[in-house]
């Protein structure tokens, strides 16, 4: 089965411009997640959704990020205005199932590069 | 606040040897306790699940212990090769919430 697609792989842009990453969970996938990995650090969740509905945006800095999940498929994450802390890795996961007790699959991410 | 430790420092071992990794955690009662590899450049991937009724776990040459008196888990590789080098994650979540907190990982280089 195909894996998590994510892109783009690399993005450099410069502090107060806007970015936006793409992507797409294993087919029939219902829960989609967003997480930011800064170098060095452990991934840390930033939204949820199951289906096209949010679960979980608590750790989400709603004046700069947003998500969608139009249509309860493919998801995008946008950044405006991105700040230098921001430069991070971004990962898309999905799992068959909401909840714990499984596994995720996780997309190779997006590195971003705010200078 | 939550808190999950994994040995900042790396794991050097000869291949061949037992690798054995470690998470510890505070102020928190997780139901599971997950172990994921990340390679450079690639997301992590997916080990093995552990739940909080379990003591142990086997999967090919990888065993997990979870002790929630210790609040610990423990994760093994058996006859450890050059291609098991690459970070280690731990990850805890309850049911209540679904939210999957992950720890910093803890890098392992198997030398040949």
């Known amino acids: 089965e195909a894996g998590v697609a994510q892109s783009p792989r690399y993005k450099i842009i410069e502090k107060r411009q806007s970015v936006a990453f793409w992507c797409n969970p294993i087919s029939g996938h219902a829960t989609l997640y967003w997480y930011q990995q800064i170098l060095g650090q452990g991934p840390k969740l930033l939204i949820q959704f199951q289906n096209n509905g949010v679960v979980d945006d608590s750790q989400l800095p709603k004046d700069r990020f947003s998500a969608e999940r139009l249509k309860g498929v493919d998801s995008t994450l946008k950044i405006q205005p991105a700040k230098l802390e921001d430069s991070a890795v971004y990962l898309c996961?999905?799992?068959?199932?909401?909840?714990?007790?499984?596994?995720?699959?996780f997309g190779s991410g997006t590195r971003l590069t705010v200078v | 606040s939550q808190k999950i430790e994994q040995n900042s420092e790396a794991l050097n071992i000869q291949e061949g040897k037992t690798a054995t990794l470690t998470c510890n955690y505070t102020?928190?009662?997780?139901?599971?306790l997950q172990w994921y590899r990340q390679d450079p450049g690639r997301g992590p991937v997916f080990l093995l699940l552990i739940r909080e009724n379990e003591k142990e776990k086997r999967k090919e040459r990888l065993k997990v212990t979870f002790d929630t008196t210790l609040k610990q888990s423990l994760f093994h590789i058996t006859a450890s090769q050059p291609a098991d080098s690459a970070t280690y994650l731990c990850?805890?979540?309850?049911?209540?919430?679904?939210?999957?907190?992950f720890g910093a990982g803890t890098r392992l280089f198997v030398k040949a």
């Open positions: 990850a805890l979540a309850r049911t209540g919430g679904f939210k999957t907190i």
């Open positions: 102020n928190y009662s997780p139901a599971y």
């Open positions: 996961a999905s799992s068959e199932y909401r909840g714990p007790n499984y596994g995720y699959t």
